[in-house]
C-alpha cells in the first residue's frame, strides 16, 4: 500500500463551522459574526439563568421535534438523568438499554441509583426490539432505547412493549436531532426525548448543553422543577432538585443555527449516500447496514463495518482521513460494569461490532474532493481484494 | 431620581464587554468547546489565586459540593453536617449523593455555630461542610479540630466567598477541598452556570476530574461511572478575563460595606467588619424586627433588597422526610425574620450609598418617634 497524495480529512469540523478557515471563502455558512454580535447585545442584557432566549429557544426546539414541551438541562447526559428521575427512577430499579452506546447512556441509569441492563444490538447497531422482552423482570422502570448514529430504534414496538407492561419508554435521541420515522421527529415517541447540543451534533453549541422533549405536562413541570434546585419560586423549594440549567447565552448561540437544522442534516444524509453507494462496491471488505427507506437516519455518525478494521483505522489516519471508532469496548464489558456479571458471549453483535466497525467523517462541510479522497484510501486500502 | 436594583450586572459587564468578547473569539476561533486549554488555564490561575495546589472546574457550585462528596465515596447511610440557613444547594447535594443532611444552627454571624457541631456526630457521620455564608470566613480552626479528631471530611461551601480570609488563609484551602460557584450573581461570575473544587489532595483531583467527565479514564475506557460536569471553555475564558478584576471588586465591596457599618451602625443591626478576617461581602446582611416594613419603605424609594433567604431548608417542602420542627434551629429561624441584604456591588457609587443609609436611616427615625429599635451594635460598642 501507498502513502497517498497528502490530504486532511478531519473528523471535527469546528473550525470549518465557527473558525476562520472559510471566512469570506463561504459567508453563508459562517456564523460566528453573527452570534458575535448577538452575544455583543446578549451580554448587555445579563439575563444569564433561565432567561428570555432559553424560552425562545425551547419554543423553536418544541416545534422542530413536533412536542409540548422543551426544557434546557446542562448536558445530554443531563437530560437522561433527569428524564429517568423525573419519573421516580431509583436505587433497585431496572432501566433496559442498549448494549452499543456512548457510555452516558448507561452512566445515567447509574446516576439514579437504578441497574442498567443491557440488551443486545441489531445489524444496524440499534437495540433489538425482538430481546427487550426477555431483560423486562418486575423491577423494570423504563425503556431507554438509543438512535445510535443517528439512525432509528423500532419505536413502534418499543412503544407496544412498554405499553403493554406498564413502562414508560424514554428515548436516548442524543443523536438523532431532526431524526425521524415516517416523518415523526425522534424525541417524540417516548414519555420524553433527550438531546445533546455537544459541540459535534448536527444542532450545537459552544460548550455542553441538552434538551429533553415531552408532550406531558406533568413531566415539563417536573423536570422544570428538578433543573432548577427544586425551587416552584425564589424562595420555595418542592423537592430536591439539582442545577442543571442549559446557558442561556448558548441558547443565543442555538437560535443563530436551530433553522439551519435540515439543511445541515440533509447534507450529511447525501455524503452519507455517496460513501455507501461507494462502499456497496466493497462486498467482502466493508459491510454497509441496510437502511431503512422510511427512516430518516441524520448520521451523527456515519458507521460501517470492515475487514481487518484495526489496520484500515490506521491506514486512514496515516493517509490523513481522520477515521473513528465509536466504540472498541462493549460498554458491559467496560470496568465500570463489572458488578453486573456480564460475560464475553453475552452480547455477540455488540461484540461483533467492536471489533468491526469503523466511523468516517460525513459531515457537512466535506467537499467532493474529500469525500472521494475517503473512498479513494478505503478501496487503496483492499488493494486489488475487492475487484 | 434613578432606581437602585439590588443586583445590576449590566454595569459590570458594559466596560468590559469587548474583552469578554476577545475572549469568546479566542474560543471560537480554536474551537475547542470542551474542557481544552481554556479550562487547564483558569483552573491553574484560580488554584494560585486559592492557593492551593489544584482547581477542578465543573458545571456549577452545586455540583461542585455533589461531586466532591462522591469523590469522598460519601452515599447512602452516611450523615454530612451542614447549615440550614444556607442557599438550598448545600442540603439538596448531599441529598442527591444519598446521603442525610444534618442540620446544626448558626451564630450571630450567620455561619455555623462550632459549639453545636460536636454533639451531632454520630457514626454515620462522614463529613462537614461549612458554609462561609455572605461571603464571611466560618471560624475554621475549631471546625478543622473536630473534623481532625473525628476522622470527618471538610468541604468548604466557598460559593460565596471567593477571595474571603480566615486568619491570612484564603477560603476553599483550609479544609479537605473548597466548592466555589461562579454563577452571574457571584462577584466572580459567569455568564451562566459555572464551578470549581478547589483542593491540596492529589487523589482528590484525579477522581474529580474523572467524575465530571463521565467517568471516561480515556477516549474509549471508563472504570467508574461519571456525570456530565465540565466547565465550558468560553465561561473559563470569560473567567479568566474576569479573574483580574476581582481583588478591585472585592476591596471596593468592602469599602461599600465599611460605609454602611459606619453609617448604620447607630441605627439598624450590622454585620461585624470582620477584624483580620477578609469578607467578601457577597452579601451585605443587616437585621431588624421591622424588617418587612423596612423592606417595603426601601422598594418605595427605589431601592432593592433581597432576603437570603426567608425559609430555612429545614422547613422546605422538600425537606418534610428529614423529620425536623420549627423551633430546631432558633438562631436561624430567627434571622429568617430579621435579615435583610442591602445592595452592596462593587459599581454603586457614593451617592448611591448615601441613599441607602439616607432612606434606612430616615425609616428608623420616624420610628424611632414612637417604637425603641434594639440598638445592638451601639450598646456592644459601649461595652
Redesign the interface.
Known amino acids: 500500500m501507498k502513502t497517498m497524495s497528502a490530504m486532511k480529512v478531519e473528523f471535527s469540523y469546528l473550525r470549518r463551522q465557527f473558525g476562520q478557515a472559510r471566512r469570506g471563502e463561504d459567508p453563508g455558512r459562517f456564523y460566528t459574526d453573527r452570534i458575535i454580535e448577538d452575544i455583543r447585545d446578549f451580554v448587555e442584557t445579563a439575563d444569564f439563568t433561565l432567561g428570555e432566549k432559553l424560552e425562545e429557544f425551547e419554543s423553536k426546539f418544541s416545534e422542530l421535534v413536533g412536542v409540548k414541551h422543551s426544557i434546557g438541562v446542562n448536558s445530554g447526559t443531563d437530560a437522561l438523568i433527569l428524564s429517568l428521575k423525573a419519573l421516580g427512577i431509583g436505587p433497585g430499579d431496572e432501566v433496559v438499554t442498549s448494549a452499543e452506546t456512548f457510555i452516558a447512556t448507561a452512566g445515567a441509569i447509574a446516576a439514579t441509583g437504578a441497574t442498567p441492563v443491557f440488551v443486545d444490538v441489531n445489524d444496524e447497531f440499534i437495540i433489538d426490539a425482538d430481546l427487550i422482552e426477555q431483560a423486562v423482570t418486575e423491577r423494570t422502570k423504563a425503556l431507554l432505547p438509543v438512535w445510535f448514529t443517528g439512525n432509528a430504534p423500532d419505536m413502534a414496538r418499543i412503544n407496544e412493549i412498554g405499553t403493554r407492561y406498564s413502562i414508560p419508554v424514554v428515548e436516548d435521541s442524543c443523536c438523532a436531532i431532526d431524526a425521524a420515522i415516517d416523518g415523526r421527529k425522534a424525541g417524540s415517541f417516548g414519555i420524553t426525548g433527550t438531546f445533546s447540543f455537544h459541540p459535534l451534533k448536527n444542532l450545537n453549541v459552544w460548550s455542553d448543553g441538552g434538551m429533553i422533549t415531552t408532550n406531558s405536562d406533568l413531566m415539563n413541570e417536573k423536570l422544570r422543577l428538578l433543573r432548577n434546585h427544586g425551587l416552584i419560586n425564589r424562595d420555595e423549594v418542592a423537592v430536591f432538585g439539582v442545577n442543571s440549567r442549559l446557558d442561556t447565552i448558548q441558547a443565543v448561540v442555538a437560535l443563530r443555527m436551530i433553522d439551519d437544522v435540515a439543511s445541515i442534516t440533509d447534507q450529511r444524509i447525501a455524503n452519507a449516500a455517496v460513501l455507501d453507494r461507494a462502499f456497496s462496491e466493497l462486498p467482502g471488505c466493508i459491510e454497509v447496514p441496510s437502511r431503512a427507506p422510511n427512516v430518516r437516519h441524520v448520521y451523527h455518525l456515519y458507521m460501517v463495518r470492515a475487514k481487518d478494521r484495526d489496520n484500515l483505522l490506521k491506514h486512514c489516519i496515516e493517509n490523513g482521513v481522520e477515521a473513528k471508532v465509536h466504540y472498541p469496548i462493549p460498554l458491559p464489558y467496560q470496568q465500570c460494569c463489572r458488578h453486573l456479571g456480564y460475560k464475553r458471549g453475552d452480547f455477540p453483535k455488540t461484540e461483533r461490532d467492536c471489533g468491526s466497525i469503523i466511523t468516517f467523517p460525513a459531515h457537512q462541510y466535506l467537499t467532493d474532493e474529500e469525500l472521494h479522497y475517503i473512498i479513494d484510501v478505503v478501496r487503496a486500502f483492499y488493494g486489488d481484494n475487492w475487484r | 431620581m434613578r432606581n437602585i436594583p439590588y443586583v445590576d450586572?449590566?454595569r459590570?459587564?458594559?466596560p468590559i464587554?469587548d474583552e469578554?468578547?476577545r475572549a469568546?473569539?479566542r474560543?471560537?476561533?480554536?474551537?475547542a468547546?470542551?474542557l481544552g486549554e481554556e479550562v487547564e488555564k483558569f483552573e491553574q490561575k484560580v488554584a494560585e489565586y486559592c492557593r492551593t495546589k489544584y482547581a477542578v472546574g465543573v458545571?456549577?457550585?452545586?455540583?461542585a459540593l455533589?461531586l466532591s462528596l462522591k469523590a469522598y465515596g460519601i452515599g447512602?447511610g452516611d450523615e454530612v453536617i451542614t447549615v440550614p440557613n444556607s442557599f438550598?444547594?448545600t442540603?439538596?447535594s448531599i441529598?442527591?449523593v444519598?446521603a442525610k443532611p444534618v442540620f446544626v444552627d448558626v451564630g450571630d454571624d450567620m455561619n455555623i455555630n462550632p459549639d453545636w457541631v460536636e454533639r451531632k456526630i454520630t457514626r454515620s457521620t462522614r463529613a462537614i461542610i461549612p458554609v462561609h455564608l455572605t461571603g464571611r470566613p466560618v471560624d475554621m480552626d475549631p471546625i478543622m479540630r473536630i473534623a481532625r479528631a473525628h476522622n470527618l471530611i471538610v468541604v468548604e461551601d466557598a460559593a460565596q466567598a471567593v477571595g474571603a480570609e480566615y486568619k491570612g488563609r484564603k477560603v476553599g484551602s483550609i479544609g479537605d477541598c473548597g466548592c466555589f460557584s461562579m454563577?452571574?450573581l457571584k462577584t466572580l461570575n459567569?455568564?451562566?452556570?459555572a464551578g470549581v473544587i478547589t483542593t491540596n489532595d492529589e487523589n482528590l483531583r484525579n477522581s474529580l476530574v474523572q467524575l465530571r467527565n463521565?467517568?471516561?479514564k480515556n477516549r474509549?475506557?471508563?472504570?467508574?461511572?461519571?456525570?456530565?460536569?465540565?466547565l465550558?471553555?468560553?465561561?473559563a475564558a470569560i473567567l479568566t478575563v474576569k479573574l483580574k478584576y476581582l481583588d478591585l471588586w472585592i476591596e471596593q465591596r468592602r469599602s461599600n460595606a465599611k460605609y454602611y457599618i459606619q453609617h448604620l451602625g447607630d441605627v439598624v443591626r450590622v454585620p461585624e467588619d470582620g477584624g483580620d478576617d477578609r469578607p467578601v461581602w457577597h452579601t451585605f446582611v443587616i437585621q431588624t424586627e421591622l424588617r418587612d416594613e423596612l423592606q417595603g419603605h426601601l422598594e418605595l424609594n427605589g431601592i432593592g433588597t433581597r432576603?437570603h433567604?426567608?425559609?430555612a431548608?429545614h422547613l422546605?417542602?422538600?425537606?418534610k422526610s428529614l423529620g425536623y420542627r420549627e423551633g430546631d434551629f432558633p438562631v436561624c429561624e430567627r434571622q429568617a425574620q430579621t435579615i435583610l441584604s442591602l445592595p452592596v456591588y462593587q459599581e454603586l457609587t457614593r451617592d448611591e450609598l448615601d441613599r441607602v443609609v439616607d432612606t434606612v436611616t430616615s425609616f428608623f427615625n420616624a420610628r424611632n418617634r414612637s417604637v425603641s429599635e434594639p440598638r445592638l451594635v451601639a450598646a456592644k460598642a459601649a461595652e
Open positions: 450586572l449590566r459590570q459587564h458594559v464587554k469578554i468578547l469568546v473569539g474560543v471560537i476561533d480554536g474551537a468547546f470542551i458545571n456549577s457550585g452545586t455540583d455533589f447512602r438550598l444547594a442540603a439538596s441529598v442527591a444519598g454563577h452571574p459567569a455568564c451562566g452556570d463521565i467517568g471516561l474509549d475506557e471508563s472504570d467508574t461511572w461519571g456525570y456530565n460536569s465540565r465550558d471553555a468560553i465561561q432576603i433567604y426567608p425559609i431548608i422546605q417542602r422538600a425537606a
